[in-house]
T-cell receptor, first 116, second 112 residues
Framework: DQQVKQNSPSLSVQEGRISILNCDYTNSMFDYFLWYKKYPAEGPTFLISISSIKDKNEDGRFTVFLNKSAKHLSLHIVPSQPGDSAVYFCAAETTAGSSNTGKLIFGQGTTLQVKP | KAGVTQTPRYLIKTRGQQVTLSCSPISGHRSVSWYQQTPGQGLQFLFEYFSETQRNKGNFPGRFSGRQFSNSRSEMNVSTLELGDSALYLC???????????FGPGTRLTVL
């Protein structure tokens, strides 16, 4: 049972345009969401996060939107740059309750290619 | 601040052996989590330690174990290695809950 899903395995965009990566979740207990960027054979790099009490969080070129009723979040990258080409993982966590600590549930990842 | 470090970066073992991986968290971070990444299963949570206590554990067999020391450094151990244990093992640290986790570069374990 995959609780966090990234339905698009890959995405290709032109440099300077917007990249939109999507993520769906099923567990309504998730209250903290994160996006990570990953290169092969390296650890994930934290990009941006959002708490379930918000519907938007922005950090430079990166914006994450959360739609709790649809159990959907998205990462917008504007403008996209060739250096953004990587695998992007969506992750979710339940922070309430001691038994849930430290456990990030990851999606399967979306490979983003930004073409010059 | 230095990031999360993991040693060794690469490891080759044979079936039946055991292995210990090490993780040094970012200074001041007291929580350390471990994850396994494989092509088939993706990134999966192994366990989390805070102040030398295991607070959470994923769905892995008892062959996978870990511990955390008083300086927050953590080790994970896999006994009786199987071919399916070949994976990238990632360690992540954070100050505590409600904060993002920062990952190390991982240890690539190959079991022959």
């Amino acid at each position: 049972d995959q609780q966090v899903k990234q339905n698009s395995p890959s995405l290709s965009v032109q440099e300077g345009r917007i990249s939109i990566l999507n993520c769906d979740y099923t567990n309504s207990m998730f209250d903290y969401f994160l996006w990570y960027k990953k290169y092969p054979a390296e650890g994930p790099t934290f990009l941006i996060s959002i708490s379930s009490i918000k519907d938007k969080n922005e950090d430079g070129r990166f914006t994450v939107f959360l739609n709790k009723s649809a159990k959907h979040l998205s990462l917008h990258i504007v403008p996209s740059q060739p250096g953004d080409s990587a695998v992007y993982f969506c992750a979710a966590e339940t922070t309430a309750g001691s038994s849930n600590t430290g456990k990030l549930i990851f999606g399967q990842g979306t490979t983003l290619q930004v073409k010059p | 601040k230095a990031g999360v470090t993991q040693t060794p970066r690469y490891l080759i073992k044979t079936r039946g052996q055991q292995v210990t991986l090490s993780c040094s968290p970012i200074s001041g971070h007291r929580s350390v989590s471990w994850y396994q990444q494989t092509p088939g299963q993706g990134l999966q949570f192994l366990f989390e330690y805070f102040s030398e206590t295991q607070r959470n554990k994923g769905n892995f067999p008892g062959r996978f174990s870990g511990r955390q020391f008083s300086n927050s450094r953590s080790e994970m151990n896999v006994s009786t290695l199987e071919l399916g244990d070949s994976a990238l093992y990632l360690c992540a640290s954070r100050i505590d809950i409600d904060n993002e986790q920062f990952f190390g570069p991982g240890t690539r374990l190959t079991v022959l």
